[in-house]
C-alpha cells in the first residue's frame, strides 16, 4: 500500500511540473521526460541508497534555472540544440560539484546563514513573479487594455 501511495502522490505534481516544462523550454522536455528521469533517479537511489522510499523532484528552482538556460542558448546560440547545451551544462557542473567535493568546500557552509537562504529564495520567486508579469503584459495590446487594467489596480488595490 506504501507504494500506490507513493505512486498517487507523485504522479500528479511530476505532471503538472512536466507542462511547465513543456511551456518554458517549448516542447523540449515535457511530462515523458520528467516523469521518466525521477522514476530512474528514484530506483536507482533505491538501489544504491540507504533509503527505499526517497522521492526524487524537479523543483522551482531548477525549473527557473532551466527557464533560463533554455531563453540564454535560444537568445545566444539561435541554432544550438537545447538539450545538448543542457547536458553540456549537466556534465560541466557534475564536474564543478565533484572538485567541491573533493576539495571539502562543504565546510564554508558555517558562513551562510539564513539570509543567504532568503536571498536565493528571493532570486527564485523574482524569476517566476517577472514571468508573470511578461505574460500578462503580453495579453495587454491595445490602449483600452491598460485602461482596464489601470482601473482594475485603483479599485482592488
Do not use: H
Not at 58 to 75: F, H
Not at 81 to 96: K, N
Not at 104 to 127: K, W
Amino acid at each position: 500500500s506504501g507504494t500506490i501511495w507513493q505512486l498517487f502522490a507523485t504522479i500528479a505534481p511530476a505532471i503538472s511540473i512536466g507542462l511547465v516544462y513543456n511551456d518554458v523550454t517549448g516542447g523540449a522536455i515535457g511530462v515523458t521526460e520528467i516523469l521518466i528521469s525521477e522514476a530512474c533517479c528514484g530506483i536507482v537511489y533505491a538501489l544504491c541508497g540507504s533509503l527505499s522510499i526517497g522521492v526524487f523532484r524537479s523543483t522551482g528552482p531548477l525549473l527557473a534555472y532551466v527557464k533560463i538556460l533554455y531563453k540564454w542558448s535560444a537568445d545566444n546560440y539561435g541554432s544550438l540544440d537545447f538539450l545538448l547545451f543542457y547536458a553540456w551544462t549537466g556534465i560541466w557542473l557534475g564536474i564543478w560539484l565533484t572538485v567541491a567535493a573533493v576539495a571539502e568546500v562543504s565546510v564554508l557552509t558555517r558562513y551562510c546563514g539564513r539570509f543567504t537562504e532568503e536571498i536565493l529564495a528571493l532570486m527564485v520567486s523574482m524569476v517566476f513573479v517577472v514571468s508573470a508579469c511578461e505574460e500578462l503584459t503580453a495579453e495587454i495590446t491595445q490602449t483600452y487594455d491598460l485602461s482596464f487594467v489601470c482601473l482594475f489596480m485603483g479599485t482592488f488595490s
